[in-house]
């Protein structure tokens, strides 16, 4: 792939995606209580060791326990989007970026003001667009783990910051047990339906591992809607979730690497097998990193994967760029 290409991640997390020297910078300047005093612990301790990582469950652990925390103030949160943004210009050429966090998994617990948080998130985004002259929006995760009262208030500070860079809403964390695979999605409903008659993007975390099956994607098709899914790769299980996917036109936000890792498919040959389901239904796919450190990946390293798997051609991988071109919440 030319290395010019411009690229546009749809799906990347702040809290897996800021270098850990910047981490560590943030950590000190804060004095922030480490378990480790060496760099170099400091580095495996936030990253996602394949050693180590063997479900979904590990791979957000880390982020929970280290870097969400050493985020949560203004000039941290500030710092971080602002560092990301740039750092993946620089690796990849992504001039449209569309960057996902919980606000409310940054500000201790109520102890900061959450709109303190979100105005840094924004003024550290608006700096690294003006340096670089790209793209880029902020989406808010809802959180499977929280109770509907705060994510009702995060959506309520979307629809507050619609206008200074906000563009969506998501949902994330596990989904955990069956019960939870259309029962619960009820829950998310309205306040799907709130955003999108507010005019922002909405995406959905369903079907990231084979555990969760099909019946979350299903429910979250048609209670929440959505215009994207991250990750969906049990929908290539169904041939009824694929078609639902290609009548609404939802698109499939695809973390390869992401999903190694946590082990939601078995290596790149299951991941073959997936894009060529989608590619045969039809379904809109685009590619995307999740978290570039703490998977140790960029964006354009996982086009790199795919194209030297055979899991797509040159003209595929380009229309997966074009697909999110045309998927963006950006304006
Ligand atoms: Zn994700």
Redesign the pocket.
Known sequence: MDPRTELTDL???VG?AVAPHVLWAIAHDLGFKLPVKSYWDFCDLVYADPKKVTSLGDYLDIMHQWTEKIQSSPSAIERSVYEIIGKEYRSSRVSSIEL?FNPMKRNLGGERDLDYIIAAAIRGMDRACLAYGIRAGLIFCLAREFDYELNEIIVKKAEKYRNQGVIGI?L?GPEKHTLEFGGDVERYRDLYARARAAGLGTTV?TG?TSLTGVEGVLAVIEKLQPARI??GIAAAQSEEAMRKLVERGIVL?L?PS?NIRTHAVTGIDEVREIFAKFRKAGVRTTVNT??TYLLGTTLRKEFELLLAHQVLSESEAFRCIETAKAATFLK
């Open positions: 799906h990347i997390h897996g996902r998501d994330a975390h990231e991250g990750h936000e973390c992401s999740d978290g």
